[in-house]
């Protein structure tokens, strides 16, 4: 599995655009990038992928390098909710062997 | 929310006894996985399976075993629980092994070896 390496923490002010990046040089044509957030005391919950276009969804924005070695995700108005781990993975397209490997995220925190 | 039980949510057992957890879904996805989490470390993943009686193994498998007689159940058992598997313990369920195709996790289970 190709690998992704994030800062280990943020920091966030309230009602501010948080830019989590991530790089992940070896990724392969067919990777997906995806992205994954962990709340305290909670299981991880998906956030949002893409391959190659930037992606909107109502919980985030992902903005994909054009070379694709690196990624993106903006919280476009950061809570106190939005604390938590997130994890920059990338997944395969092909169905066999796609293991679905974490590493060790980015804490961000987020001041009032 | 994804429909995933994890079962039971809080267990302490004794060093050398069996634990057996117990992943169900009502989705209907093929793959299921069993990750442990460690107080300050990420995810890391014990064994997966993409179909009844399909299973592989992860990053650390050792000491773990794992089940799936039915599409719903995924079962992990600890053969003789040691206190290093003290941990949470997650599961989570993927519609394929596809990059295209997002995973959902359940609520964990903390287990407690002593």
Known sequence: DAKTT?????ESNEEEPVHLPC??????????????????SQ????VIHGLTSNVNNRMASL????????????????????????YCILRDLQE????????????????? | DAG???SPRHKVTETGTPVTLRCHQTENHRYMYWYRQDPGHGLRL??????????????VSDGYSVSRSKTEDFLLTLESATSSQTSVYFCA??????????AFFGQGTRLTVV
């Open chain 1, 43 to 46: 299981g991880p919950e998906y």
């Open chain 2, 4 to 6: 995933i039980t994890q």
């Open chain 1, 63 to 86: 903005a994909i390098a054009e070379d694709r070695k690196s990624s993106t995700l903006i919280l476009h108005r950061a809570t106190l909710r939005d604390a938590a781990v997130y």
């Open chain 1, 6 to 10: 994030q800062p280990n923490s943020m």
């Open chain 2, 93 to 102: 369920i993927a519609p394929t092994g596809r990059g295209d195709t997002e």
């Open chain 1, 23 to 40: 790089n992940h040089s070896t990724i392969s044509g067919t990777d997906y990038i995806h992205w994954y957030r962990q709340l305290p």
């Open chain 2, 46 to 59: 014990i064994h997966y399976s993409y179909g009844v009686k399909d299973t592989d193994k992860g990053e």
């Open chain 1, 96 to 112: 066999y062997g796609n293991k679905l490997v974490f590493g060790a995220g980015t804490i961000l925190r987020v001041k009032s």
